[in-house]
């Protein structure tokens, strides 16, 4: 299983980015998806899930604001992130699994993506 994040980069404060993890190697309509984040010297981030069936779970520093998708089709599941802010500066990672609930608070997760860096200025 391979798990391919891309589109982070450096915004300003208030701006947006779109980051895609492209799967391969599983079913992905079989998995939930995700994405986490860890800033340096903290702990890693729940920041978004996906179900099977389209339902979004944020967490609370990015609701409103982040949109978490998936296009089954393609494999890949994406993090829209408008109105980003200083404190969302961190390596965002996706992952896969075929189960919901606990585990994901955890980060117990099966699979893990490489993270994409986000910087956001100031």
């Known amino acids: 299983v391979q798990l391919q994040a891309s589109g982070g980069g450096f915004v300003q404060a208030g701006g947006s980015l779109r980051l895609s993890c492209a799967a391969s190697?599983?079913?992905?309509?079989?998995?939930?998806m995700g994405w986490y984040r860890q800033a340096p010297g903290k702990e890693r981030e729940l920041v978004a899930v996906i179900s099977t069936g389209g339902s979004a779970y944020y967490g609370d520093s990015v609701k409103g604001r982040f949109t978490i998708s998936r296009a089954n089709a393609r494999n890949t599941v994406y993090l829209q992130m408008n109105s980003l802010k200083p404190e969302d500066t961190a390596v965002y990672y996706c992952a896969a699994d075929l189960m919901y609930g606990r585990k994901w608070d955890r980060a117990e997760i099966d699979y893990w993506g490489q993270g994409t860096q986000v910087t956001v200025s100031s």
């Open positions: 190697g599983l079913n992905f309509g079989s998995y939930i």
